[in-house]
């Protein structure tokens, strides 16, 4: 069971990446997918949450007016649409997995390697 992040990189403020979650051994509609991001010193925090069917939608407040998160169940992937970046959303992205909505880090069982996005000029 793995789940593998990238998309990343080094993006200017106002920049518009896409992140991919692939899932391989497993599969990601069968669980409630989750976007995480820690900065350097801060905890990790959920970013936003996609729920088993596409009903079940969660943004930080801080992302919830630039990201968008969905499912592409034909290729096991879900992404994380990223718009108007600024330098505060750097961190290291990861895409985690659990068996029911929620923001709590505990109920997440796999998680991927995480990829990190750096906005700056």
């Known amino acids: 069971v793995q789940l593998q992040a990238s998309g990343g990189g080094l993006v200017q403020p106002g920049g518009s990446p896409r992140l991919s979650c692939a899932a391989s051994g497993f599969r990601l509609d069968d669980y409630v997918i989750g976007w995480f991001r820690q900065a350097p010193g801060q905890d990790r925090e959920l970013v936003s949450c996609?729920?088993?069917?596409?009903?079940?939608?969660y943004y930080g407040n801080s992302v919830k007016t630039r990201f968008t998160i969905s499912r592409d169940n034909a290729k096991n992937t879900v992404y994380l649409q990223m718009n108007s970046l600024k330098p505060e959303d750097t961190a290291v992205y990861y895409c985690?997995?659990?068996?029911?909505?929620?923001?709590?880090?505990?109920?997440?069982?796999?998680w991927g390697q995480g990829t990190l996005v750096t906005v700056s000029s």
């Open positions: 985690a997995a659990a068996s029911n909505m929620g923001r709590a880090r505990t109920i997440y069982d796999y």
């Open positions: 996609i729920g088993k069917s596409e009903g079940g939608l």
